[in-house]
């Protein structure tokens, strides 16, 4: 179901989203080679709390037969993963790795979702083009999210902006509309074609966040139940925002 938020739930809205960007500037701090993804994991669940959020992946069942409920606050997927990495005190961060971290917060009933790919240290310059245009992508779809706009058009400007890089988007994972739910209609796919899809309309808020591979598009599901991976062992990245649609520019609640 698509929602239109009131007044009163965007307030709402804004108030959790502020925290996930909070979270995020905590980790940009934190994180560093030598540390495990559980512990960025710890710092990220004991930050979302102090500001009186809770961590909304922690337990989430995303209702598939056979797979379990995620059971961290982050997804920490690194390098070859795209998104959904469990983290785990096995993990340890190496320097140059490229980190995508994606979280959720949850406070009075309304839900935050952004991601951010770090590169740890001193990373490749190949690494730092595909974390850069992965970002850029963002920005380029929000200029369609607008009224007078439909959904296809920012997954259109998604799609055509990487591709022009020499990239591709992961096709099975997409965007989506946020709010009392994590997952709301519609999804925002990160290609396709433009002038298809639903209305864009104020009061909407959409999480939309590009998923970007440096090599081919195909990917493969670990033996856990979650992770995603390139299949050809390429890099990804992944970026993403909260954002509301108003009668004019669209707003970006997850950046401070
Ligand atoms: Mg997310």
């Given at each position: 179901m698509v929602t239109i938020k009131s007044k009163k739930e965007i307030e709402r809205m804004k108030e959790v989203c502020k925290i996930v960007a909070q979270t995020y500037e905590t980790l940009e701090k934190e994180i560093k080679p030598g540390m495990t993804t559980y512990e960025l994991d710890q710092i990220a669940e004991s930050t979302m709390k102090k500001l009186g959020?809770?961590?909304?992946?922690?337990?989430?069942?995303?209702?598939?037969?056979g797979v379990p409920k995620f059971p961290a606050s982050l997804c920490v997927s690194i390098n070859d993963e795209i998104i959904h990495g469990i983290p785990s005190k096995k993990r340890v961060i190496q320097e140059g790795d490229v980190v995508s971290i994606d979280t959720v917060a949850l406070k009075n009933g309304f839900h935050g979702d952004a991601a951010r790919t770090f590169i740890v240290g001193k990373g490749s310059e190949e690494a730092k083009r595909l974390v850069e245009v992965t970002k850029q992508a963002f920005f380029e779809g929000i200029?369609?999210?607008?009224?007078?706009?439909?959904?296809g058009d920012i997954s259109h400007a998604i799609g055509e902006y990487v591709f022009s890089k020499g990239y591709t988007v992961v096709e099975e994972f997409q965007g989506h509309g946020i709010g009392r739910e994590m997952h709301e209609d519609p999804g925002i796919s990160n290609y396709g074609k433009a002038g298809r899809g639903l209305r864009i309309e104020p009061g909407m808020t959409l999480a939309v966040e590009p998923m970007v591979i440096?090599?081919?598009?195909d990917i493969l599901q670990l033996d856990d139940g979650w992770t995603i991976i390139t299949e050809d062992g390429s890099l990804a990245a992944h970026y993403e925002n909260t954002i509301l649609i108003t009668e004019k520019e669209p707003k970006v609640l997850t950046i401070l």
């Open positions: 959020a809770i961590p909304a992946q922690k337990g989430y069942n995303p209702g598939i037969k200029k369609y999210a607008k009224p007078g706009y439909r959904i440096q090599g081919k598009h």
